[in-house]
């Protein structure tokens, strides 16, 4: 029983212990970036940045094509302004703009289509 607690406790210290130094934080540029060095014998030249999304993302709801606006879903408590401009991405591409126009509703904002053209399920970011 003491050889099986003591072949546990080598494997749990050699995992913690094994790969603290393989990168280190730097402070960032900004306050809500943060960068890490690599030290990998690889990329001992790279760095490697690490930027977390503090922009607005939201989610198309509902499209009315025949009049062109859009119905948009965002998180609570992230609601676009009213006549921010807002570009609509599919798989990563861009396929549009819209501009808030309101009435806003919970977590609910109507806006127009700009250019382009959207489908429910498209994500809506901030440029």
Do not use: H
């Amino acid at each position: 029983m003491r050889i099986l607690f003591v072949v546990f406790m080598v494997i749990i210290l050699s995992g913690c212990f094994g790969r603290r130094k393989a990168g280190r934080q730097v402070a960032g540029p900004g306050a809500s970036e943060n960068v890490f060095t690599a030290t990998d014998a690889n990329s001992s030249k790279q760095k490697l940045v690490v930027r977390w999304a503090n922009g607005l993302i939201g989610k198309v709801a509902s499209v009315n094509t025949a009049a062109r606006f859009v119905v948009l879903n965002f998180p609570i408590g992230r609601l676009p302004a009213i006549e921010q401009r807002l570009s609509v991405y599919r798989g990563g591409l861009k396929v549009g703009e819209v501009k808030v126009t309101g009435p806003q509703y919970d977590d609910n904002v109507v806006a127009d289509l700009l250019t382009g053209e959207s489908e429910i399920g498209d994500q809506v970011r901030d440029k």
